[in-house]
């Protein structure tokens, strides 16, 4: 028996990455899944976003375990996309007791040459698009008086790093929302927390699949950590979110920092 028989989780940003390793964490835990992302592409990002190929492989993969997942195409960006996701799951699974608000882009460079469309999307994205997901999830958590959310931030939420300013305020600003949230449900049996994973080997810092490091911000980056690895596997946040939802509820409103040692360097 899994910590998370009967139980059913929805991951947004799911077709690869992190979002797959949640997916298949959870599953692993005895959990049904939903994931969503959005298999279609942003302007002026780097790399390229996950496919609908990728999406139906992640629930493949979540069924060889033997749990049921339904890949759903959902832009975090759109409320009516959002409320549409969680009330499928409904439908379809018959509960909500798990979010994992991953959705997530980035986009670096200094400041000032930062467009306004970069930073609408991003703020679009990461910003926006988890207050979408966790506005439509709390209704159906607090008439089940149960719920258990994760929402992914960063590193680069707990610090400043150059040329990852616009970037970071969307993940400081995650954190804001998700700790004021635990203290607006925290009686209602819903527990809210976040992870800050440092960079993580996935496509979004590493597109070509290779081992190669992608660009000298990450290099600087990865140079920074005090534990001497280059950078994070998207099972090593796992970890992190399936302890989390594990919880029997008595943590909530907290920031697991999950940064290869570099949380030393924070007052």
Same mark, same amino acid.
């Given at each position: ?78 409320? +009516?996309?959002?409320?549409? +996701? ?49 506005? +439509? ?40 929302? +998700? ?89």
């Amino acid at each position: 028996m899994g910590a998370l028989d009967g139980r059913v989780a929805l991951i947004t940003g799911g077709a690869r990455g992190q979002g797959r390793a949640h997916a298949l964490a959870l599953a692993a835990e005895g959990a049904d899944i939903v994931v969503g992302d959005v298999p279609a592409p942003v302007p002026n990002l780097s790399y390229p976003l996950g496919t609908e190929e990728q999406l139906r492989d992640t629930a493949k993969l979540v069924e060889e375990l033997g749990r049921r997942c339904l890949p759903i195409t959902l832009d975090v960006r759109d409320p +009516a996309q959002v409320s549409a +996701a969680v009330e499928q799951t409904l439908n379809d699974l018959g509960s909500l007791d798990i979010v994992v608000a991953n959705a997530g882009i980035v986009s670096t460079g200094p400041l000032e040459e930062v467009s306004d469309q970069v930073w609408q999307q991003l703020v679009d994205t990461n910003l926006t698009g988890t207050f979408h997901t966790l506005r +439509a999830a709390i209704p159906v958590m607090r008439r089940q008086r149960y719920g258990r959310i994760v929402v992914t931030s960063s590193m680069g939420g707990r610090m400043g790093i150059p040329e990852l300013a616009a970037y970071n305020a969307t993940k400081w600003g995650v954190i804001g929302l +998700a700790k004021s949230l635990a203290l607006e449900v925290a009686k209602e049996g819903i527990t809210v927390n976040v992870v800050c994973p440092t960079t993580t080997q996935t496509p979004m810092v590493q597109p070509t699949g290779s081992d190669d490091v992608p660009d000298d911000l990450v290099r600087r980056m990865m140079k920074a950590n005090p534990i001497p690895l280059p950078w994070l596997q998207p099972e090593d946040v796992s970890r992190g979110v399936v302890y989390l939802v594990t919880d029997p509820g008595v943590i909530t409103g907290s920031v697991l920092e999950i940064g290869l040692g570099s949380s030393a360097r924070i007052h």
